[in-house]
């Protein structure tokens, strides 16, 4: 099959939905099928490298994540173009979250030219601070974001959060849940205490004080707000953040905190495993794979209370926090008492075996399936369809 996969960035941006879509293209190219990657030119640092990894970079606009810390860039007019062409050549066409205006006009395209379309809906609402974004988040979800997924030909979910949040949606075939995987060869525990010792040696952290360990962006969806206050009352425990955003916690100026802008993917696992306790009070996620990554490590997790309901197989082993309308404050004290409570779980081991349950291979046999079946049937319907290659999306079952 030509497949054509859309996003509203590349992998390069370092954010979890694009890490997601590349990793399930890489598997797509090994089960035999033309990918091709369109994505917004933000950030776009060049294809991987492996071989087949074909990627479409069109102009955008990417202002209101540099202002807002919103990543939501806007397809320049030119991208039009190069949009329809790829929809025009692909088989399916399969978008990852709705909003996103590139994905919206790859929606819409595919529509008019009649070719079957796959949603992956990684996010429910985000629950703003700022009650016009709030209320803009809302709307659009209501006026784009649903009649997409009840238009689709496929919806599927990563997660139940967001399954919930639009269970009520009249889908053209019953969607489907398919978690994320993870790369367990590469996100593992520390083999010992020495190993521990020496990774922070190497990342400059202190061997005598715990360490509690942000992966994001940083943006006030992911609570950046609520770690800056964690952070200035609990002055004992290094806070180590991972990832780039507007919100900077250098700028903080506290003398307990760490920023690792440089780490991305694979040089995030030593990170991982140096650290105490994974914290992550972010709203409106569906199944952060930051999180997953960390369980893989046998790290312990704090995250929100809607998070943790993401995969009930988890849920006990993870420490939520209610993120709800109370100011920072009160909440960031309920996030440091969690924090201690993780760093005496002694469930490293189990944490570390639940990671099993995901795998990037099922996730994307699974997808392949749903993928094979939508081409079939709109094939059926259209004679002059390409066909070739169909059977491939099962010959991994």
């Known amino acids: 099959m030509q497949l054509l996969i859309v996003s509203a ?13 590349g990793r399930l293209a890489q598997e ?4 035999g099928h033309a990918v091709t990657w369109l994505a917004s030119s933000a950030g776009y640092s060049g294809p991987s490298g492996e071989p087949g990894d074909r990627r479409v970079a069109v102009p955008a606009f990417n202002g209101l994540e540099h ?46 030219c009649g070719k079957p379309v796959v949603v992956t809906q990684h996010i429910g609402i985000v629950p703003y601070r700022n009650a016009l974004l709030r209320g803009l988040m809302t709307l659009l979800t209501r006026v784009v974001t649903r009649p997409m997924l009840a238009a689709a030909d496929q919806v599927i979910f990563i997660s139940g959060i967001t399954a919930s ?37 190497q990342l400059g952290l202190p061997s005598h004080r715990p360490v509690a360990l942000f992966v994001g962006r940083f943006v ?6 609520i770690l800056h206050e964690a952070a200035r009352r609990a002055g004992d425990v290094i806070w180590a953040f991972a990832g780039w955003g507007k919100l900077d916690p250098r700028q903080w100026g506290l003398p307990n905190v760490r920023v690792y802008s440089g780490l991305a993917g694979p ?41 943790a309901q993401a995969d009930q197989r988890l849920t006990a082993l993870l420490h939520p926090v209610t993120i709800d309308t109370r ?20 469930r490293r081991a189990r944490l570390a075996e639940a990671a099993g349950w995901y795998s990037w291979s099922r996730a994307g046999r699974l997808h392949l399936e749903l993928i094979g079946a939508v081409a079939s049937r709109a094939a059926a319907l259209s004679p002059g369809m390409v066909r070739s290659s169909l059977s491939r999306a099962g010959a991994d079952r």
């Open 9 to 21: 960035y590349f992998d390069s941006h370092r954010g979890g939905i694009e890490i997601v879509a």
């Open 67 to 112: 202002v807002l810390g919103l990543p939501v860039p806007i397809p320049a007019p030119t991208a039009l173009g190069a949009i329809r062409r790829e929809v025009e050549r692909a088989d399916v066409v399969v978008l990852h979250d709705c909003l996103y205006p590139t994905n919206v006009a790859a929606f819409l395209l595919a529509r008019r």
């Open 165 to 201: 949040a639009f269970a009520d949606v009249r889908c053209q075939r019953p969607p489907r849940l398919i978690f994320n995987g993870v790369d367990t060869q590469t996100f593992r525990p520390a083999g010992d205490a020495e190993e521990r010792a020496a990774l922070r040696a």
């Open 267 to 307: 040089s995030l696992a030593p990170l991982y495993r140096a650290s105490d306790v994974f914290v992550l009070p972010s709203t409106g996620e569906g199944f952060p794979l930051a999180l997953q990554e960390a369980v893989a490590c046998g790290v312990p997790v704090v995250c929100g209370a809607d998070t």
């Open 327 to 346: 100011d920072a404050p009160a909440i960031a004290g309920d996030v440091v008492q969690a924090v201690a409570a993780a760093m005496a779980d002694d």
């Open 220 to 225: 006030e969806k992911k609570g950046l707000h």
């Open 28 to 31: 797509f190219r090994r089960a």
